[in-house]
């Protein structure tokens, strides 16, 4: 009779093991999935918006504070797109992305415009890209159980 019990109770653990296993995996599933598609608009974002940003301030009429100002309005709708990446990001990935994308924001308005800027513009888009693609290899529990560090500077 003991055996029994000890069997059923073994088969009751093991079905409450193994449905939070699987609500951990397809959480984790889902959430590469979110952050991939969230990173993914946020590149294609950046890209459109530096583009505008170049037509606008070498094409666009009138004077150069008003283009300027089209360029700025066009960097602050990226911000829908930086904060919602933000959110999937780990705590020093998402300081580098709001300095990243500041970069090219001043970039593309200072004196000169984009052009005499391509090197630098060039390689911040670079470091955006490798900060965005080390960010999908975190560990999705990494983000929710940060190291003891982190929290204390939190």
């Not at 170049?54 to 504070?65: K, V």
Request: charged share 25%; with cysteine.
């Amino acid at each position: 009779m003991p055996t029994e019990y000890i069997a059923g109770l073994s088969a009751l653990l093991g079905a409450f093991a193994g449905a939070a296993l699987t609500r951990r995996t397809e959480y984790e599933k889902w959430l590469r999935q979110e952050r991939a598609q969230a990173f993914g608009l946020l590149i294609n974002e950046v890209h459109e918006t530096r583009l505008f940003a170049t037509n606008e301030y070498y094409e666009g009429e009138g004077t150069e504070q008003e283009r300027s100002t089209r360029v700025t309005e066009a960097f602050t709708k990226l911000g829908r797109h930086v904060g919602v990446a933000r959110l999937y990001m780990s705590n020093d990935g998402r300081g580098e992305l709001s300095e990243l994308v500041q970069g090219l924001w001043i970039n593309c308005t200072s004196q000169g415009g984009p052009a005499s800027r391509v090197i630098q513009l060039k390689a911040q888009m670079e470091r955006l890209q490798k900060l965005l693609e080390g960010e999908l290899s975190v560990l999705p529990w990494s983000l929710r159980f940060p190291k003891r560090t982190e929290r204390r500077s939190q």
